[in-house]
């Protein structure tokens, strides 16, 4: 017997409909449907909750091969939240190019290297134009973080579209202005975003 079939019969010896499990489990109502259609397994929490619930161990609610299966879903997830803690602290990490001395700033017959707030050597627009794109991509990595944890796979994706297209979009402008530095680490940190799109999609 399926998990599938396993879990509507404890619940139907139990007397409970799926709204009134989902209640016991913390989970929706479309989750305990998803379950018993067999279009999808429990995550190990859930899973234990309805090991207690139902005075049944784990071996008795899944088959050996049911087990591999949730145990790689499970690890697929886990890394999926890896690579987004990953994006999200990159994303973040972007404040640096405000703080640090990664600018050339004429200083007579030298340059030295000052961080965006001293740097004097460009347009107010341009400065503008740093500040707006390094501190929206490092609102949009706290937001990858909020969303790990709380959002939707819809969601998720959005933040990692977002977070790509932001990190094009700041290598180009800091190519076109002339600044070696941070377009090098821009583009390190895209190059890391990259691989961990690779690995993910294997």
């Known amino acids: 017997m399926d998990f599938k079939e396993k879990l509507q019969q404890l619940r139907k010896q139990k007397e409970l409909t799926q709204e009134q499990l989902a209640e016991q489990l913390f989970v929706s109502r479309t989750a305990i449907s998803k379950w018993e259609s067999g279009k999808g397994y429990p995550n190990l929490d859930s899973l234990k909750t309805i090991s207690k619930l139902f005075s049944v161990s784990i071996d008795d609610l899944l088959s050996s091969e049911e087990l591999f299966s949730l145990a790689e879903i499970e690890n697929r997830s ?15 990490m ?3 190019f405000i ?9 007579g017959e030298e340059i030295r290297s000052v961080s965006l707030f001293a ?6 627009i341009t400065r503008f134009i ?3 794109i390094l501190i929206s991509m490092a609102l949009l990595g ?11 796979e819809r969601w998720m994706k959005f933040c990692k ?5 932001f990190q094009v979009a700041a290598i180009l402008i800091f190519t076109l202005t002339r600044q070696p530095y941070v377009t090098s680490l821009l583009f390190m940190f895209f ?3 990259v691989v961990l799109l690779i690995n993910k999609s294997r």
């Not at 703080?99 to 200083?107: E, K, L, S």
């Not at 740097?119 to 107010?124: A, K, L």
């Open 78 to 92: 886990n890394m999926r939240k890896v690579f987004g803690l990953i994006y999200g602290m990159l994303d973040i």
């Open 94 to 96: 972007t404040l640096i």
């Open 99 to 107: 703080f640090f001395p990664f600018y050339g700033q004429p200083d």
């Open 119 to 124: 740097y004097q050597d460009i347009s107010n």
């Open 130 to 132: 740093y500040f707006s």
């Open 142 to 152: 706290a937001a990858e973080l909020v969303v790990q944890n709380i959002g939707t």
């Open 161 to 165: 579209t977002g977070s790509i297209v």
């Open 191 to 193: 190059v890391i975003k």
